[in-house]
């Protein structure tokens, strides 16, 4: 019975930044890690982010390392997105999900949309 529920997306500029937010159910959020997972027009959803269930350990796609930042807010059962110096192939439906080892666990939510003008 866990929903995953995206939001934050939008149509920024090159250049620019979005903060993506997702809020998951209180067990999955407290018993596992989180991760942040997209997919492109025409391509395979592909790893992203993901950050362990204390927040003391991430891991990043080399693609996004050092432009984005995962984070997670326990009290909210919330875990972000912070995207900085977006580029036009960052434009995906971005997803959330809990994970182990960078694994998804649960089906996937709705997802939210990124889109990077130039």
């Not at 391509?43 to 080399?62: C, H, L, M, P, Q």
Request: proline letters at 2%.
């Amino acid at each position: 019975q866990v929903q995953l529920v995206e939001s934050g997306g939008g149509l920024v500029q090159a250049g620019g930044s979005l903060r993506l937010s997702c809020a998951a159910s209180g067990r999955t959020f407290k018993n596992n890690a989180m991760g942040w997972f997209r997919q492109a027009p025409g391509k395979e959803r592909e790893f992203v982010a993901a950050i362990s269930w204390s927040g003391t350990r991430t891991n990043y796609a080399d693609s996004v390392k050092g432009r984005f930042t995962i984070s997670r807010d326990n009290a909210k059962s919330t875990v972000y997105l912070q995207m900085n110096s977006l580029n036009a192939e960052d434009t995906a439906v971005y997803y959330c999900n809990a994970v182990v080892h960078s694994t998804p666990l649960m089906d996937w939510g709705q997802g939210t949309q990124v889109t990077v003008s130039s």
